[in-house]
């Protein structure tokens, strides 16, 4: 972005630890069928950002949206308060993963690379069944 000298930046940097977090990419279907992406858990967020294109990055999480289909997100990067997408762009977390309902510059445009970060809703490697 052509950053001057001096300028101050900060980097927060993850890493995947197996039944706790997963990073990863994904290429975007731009289909109300998206994208499955496999995580290995149940996410309870999911932080997104379409590293193709110059959009905001996302946050969708199960305290929000407790229930299938899910489509309220956070933008960190921007001035928006909650944004609820419920009824047109909506997504799923499933029992290993989320999967895309919706064709969606921020998290599903035909082509495009995203990047993720996926926080498992119980971070444990061997979780028990309720």
Not at 70 to 82: F, I, K, Q, T
């Amino acid at each position: 972005y052509g950053y001057a000298n001096g300028t101050s930046m900060i980097a927060y940097c993850f890493h995947s630890v197996e039944g706790y977090s997963k990073l990863g990419t994904y290429t975007g279907n731009g289909s109300s069928d998206g994208a499955f992406i496999y995580t290995g858990f149940r996410p309870a967020l999911v932080l997104v950002k379409n590293s193709t294109s110059a959009y905001r990055w996302n946050i969708v999480d199960n305290t929000r949206d407790p229930f299938n289909s899910a489509g309220r997100w956070l933008a960190p990067n921007d001035s928006s308060a909650e944004l609820d997408y419920t009824s047109s762009f909506p997504h799923d977390f499933t029992s290993n993963g989320f999967k895309l309902r919706a064709n969606t510059t921020v998290m599903n445009r035909s082509g495009d690379t995203f990047v993720y970060l996926a926080i498992a809703e119980q971070p444990f490697k061997y979780a028990n069944a309720r």
